[in-house]
């Protein structure tokens, strides 16, 4: 596992403590309750942090969102450049050509575009095969050296021959790109789910040469959990499961100097359920939170 550095992130109003409206409540189908409760709670914990939000220093052992784990960057930051000059270049092609690309063009509202998407979450995102395609077409092939890279991977971590499997492949996982504006993060929040329900997300910074990602326990219910700011280097293998996902709100800071010129982009790896271990009950959301891996061990 990563050498990370964890800090204490000072934070109020960090919990989820409003009443769901009785409409949700009602509803009696179990699937659409979940996700009318995650959407509603999703507006409710909506916050932002900032790079210079006070954080303190960790004396003991602090309690870790279950199912979050950080993997050491497989490449060096010689690798990561030739990955981050083919994002870069890519990203130029994907704004002339948004339909081909997928483009989800939120700069002027979020700061954020991502790639390879779709505008109804409903639909299935395009397969693997489909992406390294176009990708090949576009002859990214560190980016497509990388993303193989990090599948083999996520499969041994897993269990699951995903790399060399296509159909596996297909069924497991999909491949998002997002570029971050400078100076822009993400919201404190909670993940959808209608895309890839409960399994692990899986993500990849590349460009800063340190990531920040803060984690607050909306949902959580040891008073003593407490918001945490976690810094790696990029590259690293940042993998949200259970519920890390689920009962822990995530973000990404505002405000982060820009370091070498370069901006954040972040590959993107949303699973199924690989296997479900461990089953827990929350009450608020009335539902069996399930992992897909226990611990970070290797």
């Known amino acids: 596992m990563s050498t990370i550095f964890i800090f204490y992130l000072l934070l109020s109003n960090y919990k989820f403590n409003t009443p769901f409206p009785q409409e949700i409540e009602q509803e009696k189908n179990i699937d659409a309750r979940l996700k009318g409760k995650i959407w509603?709670?999703?507006?409710?914990?909506k916050q932002?942090?900032?790079?210079?939000?006070?954080?303190?220093?960790?004396?003991?052992?602090?309690?870790?969102?279950?199912?979050?784990?950080?993997?050491?960057?497989?490449?060096?930051?010689?690798?990561?450049?030739?990955?981050y000059?083919?994002?870069?270049?890519?990203?130029?092609?994907?704004?002339?050509?948004?339909?081909?690309?997928?483009?989800s063009d939120?700069?002027?509202?979020?700061?954020?575009?991502?790639?390879?998407?779709?505008?109804?979450?409903?639909?299935?995102?395009?397969?693997?095969?489909?992406t390294l395609s176009l990708l090949q077409k576009y002859k990214c092939k560190h980016l497509i050296r990388c993303i193989l890279t990090y599948l083999d991977y996520i499969g041994k971590l897993y269990q699951v021959d995903?790399?060399?499997?296509?159909?596996?492949?297909?069924?497991?996982?999909?491949?998002?790109?997002?570029?971050?504006?400078?100076e822009y993060g993400i919201w404190l929040h909670?993940?959808?789910i209608e895309r890839s329900g409960q399994g692990p997300i899986c993500t990849v910074s590349i460009g800063p040469p340190v990531v920040y990602y803060d984690l607050t326990p909306a949902l959580v219910e040891d008073k003593k959990a407490r918001p945490l700011r976690v810094?790696?280097?990029?590259?690293?293998?940042?993998?949200?499961?259970?519920?890390?996902?689920?009962?822990?709100?995530?973000?990404?800071?505002?405000?982060?100097?820009?370091?070498?010129g370069k901006i954040?982009?972040?590959?993107?790896?949303?699973?199924?359920?690989?296997?479900?271990?461990?089953?827990?009950?929350n009450k608020l959301l009335d539902h069996k939170i399930t992992l897909s891996k226990e611990g970070c061990g290797e």
Not at 265 to 272: H, I, R, W
Request: proline content about 9%; some cysteine.
């Open 106 to 130: 939120q700069r002027k509202t979020r700061g954020l575009t991502y790639l390879f998407t779709t505008p109804d979450p409903t639909d299935n995102r395009p397969s693997i095969q489909q």
């Open 264 to 281: 954040k982009y972040t590959l993107t790896f949303k699973c199924e359920s690989f296997h479900t271990l461990s089953p827990v009950y």
């Open 40 to 45: 509603f709670i999703k507006k409710q914990i």
């Open 231 to 260: 810094v790696a280097p990029q590259g690293s293998l940042i993998i949200m499961d259970g519920p890390s996902r689920m009962e822990w709100a995530h973000g990404l800071p505002f405000g982060v100097p820009i370091k070498g």
């Open 190 to 192: 909670i993940d959808n």
């Open 162 to 182: 995903i790399a060399t499997n296509p159909k596996t492949l297909q069924k497991y996982i999909s491949i998002g790109l997002l570029r971050y504006e400078p």
């Open 85 to 103: 000059h083919d994002i870069h270049t890519l990203y130029k092609s994907a704004y002339k050509y948004p339909e081909e690309f997928g483009v």
């Open 48 to 83: 932002k942090t900032y790079f210079h939000t006070p954080i303190q220093l960790i004396k003991g052992q602090p309690i870790l969102p279950k199912g979050f784990c950080v993997y050491n960057s497989l490449y060096t930051d010689n690798q990561l450049d030739n990955v």
